[in-house]
């Protein structure tokens, strides 16, 4: 049975027909899986993947590329509130709700077949009782839409996204043999939004500039050479520190811009 009949058909049941949906479903291009379903209207939301053709370039696989998906997956879900993915910071971080069918592609120049999504759905009830078609509308319309949109993303985005990751690594990586600890880049907005958020402030603001004396140039392999902003050192620098700090991680921005400090 389709998943569009099969949700047509419990509409009014009891909330605990939704375990009828446990199973594998195709909806267009796109292969939905039902993993877990909640148990009422209260319960945390279900558990699904959705397996849709990889759009990432094996040259480009990996924690940035997965993180940039996700992104572009909780923004083409922010305006619904029944869908839900593992919605990501200002970090780009290694998380499970994006798996690529075969990682090891990275290296092989073969592009892996497939990306998993995993999602969390909020199955709609009335009190206790099935909302069928409205779940219909959700599962079989909303979501291959959303995903439709969040797919269709321009080739430079994605890999300006894995370029920055991967300078912002190697920066990491150069700090200790030359006796660094953190970097800045120029106009940076250290103070945040509010003590609650990670998103910089913007009124009444004053970017963190100049310390010339302080510019550090370092050449990294992905793009041409960052002049890099003030380095806070071991020794007597513009400011003294009383703990180790690390680079912030910024995804989405041009250049090495640390705002989440």
């Known amino acids: 049975m389709s998943l569009a009949r099969l949700l047509t058909s419990i509409d009014g049941a009891g909330y605990g027909a939704y375990k009828k949906l446990h199973g594998s479903y195709e909806l267009g291009e796109y292969r939905l899986r039902v993993d877990k379903v909640q148990s009422d209207p209260f319960a945390p939301p279900s558990l699904m993947?959705?397996?849709?053709?990889?759009?990432?370039?094996?040259?480009?696989?990996?924690?940035?590329?997965?993180?940039?998906?996700?992104?572009?997956?909780?923004?083409?879900?922010?305006?619904?509130r029944d869908l839900?993915?593992?919605?990501p910071g200002q970090q780009v971080l290694?998380?499970?709700?994006?798996?690529?069918?075969?990682?090891?592609?990275?290296?092989?120049?073969i592009r892996s077949s497939t990306a998993t999504l995993r999602i969390e759905v909020q199955l709609p009830a009335r009190g206790r009782k099935i909302l069928g078609r409205k779940a219909r509308a959700l599962l079989c319309d909303v979501l291959p839409?959303?995903?439709?949109?969040?797919?269709?993303?321009?080739?430079d985005e994605l890999r300006e996204a894995v370029l920055l990751e991967r300078d912002q690594n190697y920066?990491?990586?150069q700090l200790p043999g030359r006796g660094l600890i953190a970097f800045i880049g120029d106009g940076s907005c250290l103070p945040r939004a509010a003590g609650h958020r990670d998103t910089p402030a913007e009124k009444a603001v004053v970017s963190l500039t100049g310390f010339s004396a302080?510019?550090?140039?370092?050449?990294?392999?992905?793009?041409?050479?960052?002049?890099?902003?003030?380095c806070w050192c071991?020794?007597?620098?513009?400011?003294?520190?009383?703990r180790k700090i690390h680079v912030a991680e910024?995804?989405?921005?041009?250049?090495?811009?640390?705002?989440?400090?």
């Open 234 to 242: 071991h020794g007597d620098c513009w400011w003294r520190l009383s």
């Open 145 to 155: 839409a959303a995903l439709d949109q969040a797919l269709d993303f321009p080739a």
């Open 94 to 109: 290694d998380r499970a709700s994006v798996v690529l069918a075969d990682d090891a592609g990275a290296g092989s120049g």
């Open 250 to 261: 910024s995804a989405g921005t041009r250049g090495i811009q640390p705002r989440c400090w």
């Open 49 to 80: 993947q959705v397996d849709v053709p990889n759009p990432i370039p094996a040259e480009l696989a990996g924690v940035a590329a997965r993180d940039f998906l996700t992104r572009r997956i909780a923004q083409a879900f922010s305006g619904d």
């Open 214 to 230: 302080h510019h550090v140039p370092i050449t990294v392999g992905t793009r041409s050479r960052w002049h890099g902003g003030s």
């Open 171 to 173: 920066l990491r990586e």
């Open 84 to 87: 839900h993915i593992d919605q």
